[in-house]
Structures are given as C-alpha cells and as structure tokens.
C-alpha cells in the first residue's frame, strides 16, 4: 500500500497525461523542455516504458494542443484539442472542427454510457455525441471538474457550483444541503465497488 518513487530516464523531456487506453495504460504528451506543447510526441506508459501511440499517425488536430485522449470501449479514440475533436474508428479519422460544425472545443473529461454513446465535458458545458454529431446537452456550468457514468447509468459532473447528476428522470443537484462539505466540487470517482467518493474544497465525501 505505500507509494514507490520511480525514476526514468527522460533526457529532460516534459509530460503531461491526457487520459488512459482502456487497458489502463497511461497516454502521455512528451515534449521537450522549453518547446511548446505543440511540438510534441504521443506515447503510451505502461509503469515500465514509452512507446509511440502508432494509431496518432496522421492525427487532423496536428499543430493544435491535445487536452485529452480516449478510448472507448469498441476501440474507437477520440483526441480532444482546443479547435475541435478528432476521431479514428477501423484505422480511418473523422475531425470534428468548431470552425467547420458544433463541436466542442478543449474537452477534458470524457465517459461512456452503457449503450455506447460518448460524452465529454468542456470548461462550461456537457456535450453527447449521438448520430455522428455532438450536441450540447446543458451549458452554463461554473467551471466542470470532473465527468463520470456511474454503474447505475447516470451521468455525475463535478463543478465549482456543485455536484449535478443527470438520471433518466432528469437533472438532480447536490450541495451542501444534501451534506457535502462544500458546493466547490473539485473532482468525482467512482471505485471498484461501485462507491461514488466526491472531493470538495473543504473535504472527500462519500455518496449514500
């Protein structure tokens, strides 16, 4: 259970994570000290070595900053960059640019629902992408956090105005009158077990 430092020999290279494959293995944006991170190589870290992420050849958002990658359960990857959202499905891409069609722009957090359909969250607003395009499913969040489908189907989103929840019923709010510590939630997990553990400005929670 204790934490074991790890020392790799980086030659002095930056790294930022972007998101897991979904076989837990970590995706990374390397870059070199004092580039921007533009210039960058997408690699993959499996807690013992870097190797090149082979299906980002020919990504469409080149040139642009990656905020995040995600694979869904299919296979499909989706890499999020600030202009837009790129997509390889069966070794072809399909981009999805916010100067050509609605789409989201510097998405963070992304999740998957049980029958496939893909979410993602951008600074204010929830988006699903549903018969080939995305659509924003609500806006007007005060800074998003944090994105989850839980097990039982729903949609959590961790904000600084609170903890918002989208079952099939609709939208359910949750703050410090139904007992978090505080309404600034700064990130949502759901564990192994299924617990939802909910991290504010003042303190973890535990939802019952």
């Known amino acids: 259970g204790d934490l074991i430092p790890v020392t790799l020999a980086t030659n002095g290279d930056q790294f930022r994570v972007l998101g897991s494959l979904k076989d837990g293995i970590a ?10 991170e533009r210039e960058y190589h997408l690699e993959t870290y499996d807690g013992v070595q870097f190797k090149p992420l082979s299906p980002a050849v020919g990504l469409p958002l080149a040139e642009r900053t990656l905020t995040a990658v995600y694979q869904a359960a299919n296979g499909d990857l989706w890499f999020s960059a600030d202009q837009g959202i790129a997509l390889q499905r069966g070794g072809q891409w399909e981009s999805f640019l916010a100067a050509e069609r609605v789409a989201p722009e510097g998405a963070v957090y992304f999740t998957e629902m049980a029958d496939g359909r893909i ?38 989103v961790a904000s600084n105005s609170g903890l918002h929840r989208l079952t099939h019923a609709g939208w359910i709010e ?6 978090l510590p505080s309404g600034i939630v700064r990130a949502v997990f759901e564990d192994h077990q299924g617990r939802l553990w909910v991290g504010t400005s003042l303190g973890l929670s535990l939802h019952h």
């Open 27 to 36: 995706c990374v944006l390397r870059f070199k000290a004092g580039a921007t």
């Open 119 to 156: 979410w993602c969250a951008t600074d204010d607003k929830l988006w699903l992408f549903e018969g080939g395009n995305w659509t924003i499913i609500r806006a007007g969040f005060d800074h998003i956090n944090g994105l989850v489908r839980s097990r039982d189907d729903n949609v959590w």
């Open 174 to 179: 949750n703050g410090v009158e139904e007992g």
